[in-house]
């Protein structure tokens, strides 16, 4: 867990190991009137699947739901056990 300083919403990056993967730069983030989030990793793009100006396109892609929400449960865990 790497925490981020400053006032934005970006509050951590997080490394997450799923068995023999490793996710690096999973985002933590947290508006100032909401909930803290994960958002997997990801990659400026030059064009959007639409073919749309630029966007952003996934580093990788968790199909599971439930292996999903639990990557996300256990970050949001490890974070808040590292929140100053």
């Keep these: 867990m790497r925490r981020v300083n400053g006032s934005g919403s970006l509050k951590a990056f997080a490394k997450v190991r799923l ?3 490793t996710i690096h730069s999973c985002r933590i983030i947290q508006q100032a009137d ?3 989030w994960v958002a ?5 793009a030059r064009r959007k699947v639409d073919g749309a ?3 952003w396109a996934p580093v990788v892609e968790i199909t ?6 639990a990557l996300r449960e256990a ?7 590292h929140a100053p």
Excluded at 40 to 44: I, R, V
Excluded at 64 to 69: D, G, I, Y
């Design 19 to 21: 068995g023999c993967i």
């Design 34 to 36: 909401g909930d803290p």
């Design 40 to 44: 997997l990793p990801q990659l400026p």
């Design 53 to 55: 100006g630029a966007g």
């Design 64 to 69: 599971n739901r439930a292996v999903l929400a």
């Design 75 to 81: 970050v949001l865990a490890a974070w808040q056990v």
